[in-house]
């Protein structure tokens, strides 16, 4: 897959001197294809070492916080009832030793920055490809629902005189993560991009999403409001997420017009996406006519 994005250098475990291997190849052989955070972002900080005036694109795609959560030295264990109506248990509690480890990680990889030079004229993006879940909806992972333990993701824009610890409230979607840095670094946007940056101000505040794992879940969110079609089912769940963060009471009863909106307003979503795909990737097998 990367071999065929333009990397021009692709480093993965069996490239890197890592005396902590993610994963024990005798006691799972099939997902024997990693190695510890740790040793990945040293990898980057060696190569971009061999190249210190030269700017460079990096991807350091990390491994340990996905399931089931590998963790480095010693588990932590965490008080949990302290975690009010949250996620309690043995597999959340390791989650959360690798968010430390990520933590410790990122740490180490912004003192590399600092010793050779790079904080000023790097900016970092830190983002997550999805949420997990740990039964907040009775389920758990990240392909069953679309509630926002599964859906919200981490993104930090890190650059010492570009944000000095700013916060937004934009609601965006994972097309808009490569906008946003191209944005930010005074690069056009090619026309065929969806996608527009966080900051600007003539973006549309509402975003889609879709699941196609359980059901066929498709929605969108709009301001504080989220729409979730359950297409099998022919359902719909609306939530306020000011009044109920943690999506308990579906009210999709109490608005009814958004109801109505919503199904035709999918259902175009929908098609123009398939338009796309269709003419981006002709011959491909759809599962839409």
């Excluded at 949250?86 to 933590?103: I, K």
């Excluded at 900016?123 to 907040?136: K, S």
């Excluded at 191209?182 to 065929?192: E, F, N, Q, R």
């Amino acid at each position: 897959f990367l071999k065929h994005h333009a990397f021009d250098t692709v480093r993965d475990f069996r490239q890197m001197a890592c005396e902590h291997p993610l994963i024990d190849e005798e006691q799972d052989p099939d997902r024997a294809e990693g190695c510890d955070d740790a040793c990945t972002v040293k990898s980057f900080c060696d190569w971009a070492a061999e190249r210190p005036d030269q700017p460079f694109c990096a991807v350091i795609w990390t491994a340990m916080t996905h399931y089931p959560y590998y963790t480095s030295g010693p588990e932590r264990q965490y008080d949990l009832s302290v975690n009010q109506n949250g996620p309690t248990g043995e597999m959340f509690n390791r989650y959360l030793n690798t968010l430390r480890s990520a933590d410790d990680v990122l740490g180490n990889l912004f003192q590399k920055l600092d010793s050779q030079g790079l904080s000023d004229s790097t900016l970092v993006v830190v983002v997550g490809d999805h949420g997990e879940a740990f039964g907040q909806h009775g389920f758990y992972g990240h392909a069953e629902g679309a509630n926002d333990e599964t859906l919200h993701v981490p993104l930090m824009l890190i650059h010492p005189r570009l944000f000095h610890g700013q916060t937004s409230n934009a609601v965006g979607g994972m097309i808009d993560v490569a906008p946003t840095v191209m944005g930010l670094l005074d690069i056009p946007l090619p026309g065929v991009w969806q996608g527009r940056s966080l900051f600007a101000t003539d973006r549309s505040d509402r975003v889609y999403f879709y699941f196609p794992y359980h059901g066929y879940l498709y929605g969108y969110r709009e301001g504080n409001m989220k729409v979730i079609y359950h297409a099998v089912a022919d359902t719909f769940e609306v939530f306020d997420l000011a009044a109920d963060p943690g999506e308990r009471h579906n009210v999709a009863a109490q608005y009814p017009q958004l109801v109505k909106a919503a199904r035709p307003r999918l259902a175009a979503w929908l098609q123009y996406q398939v338009g796309r795909v269709k003419a981006y990737a002709p011959g491909l097998p759809m599962l839409y006519p």
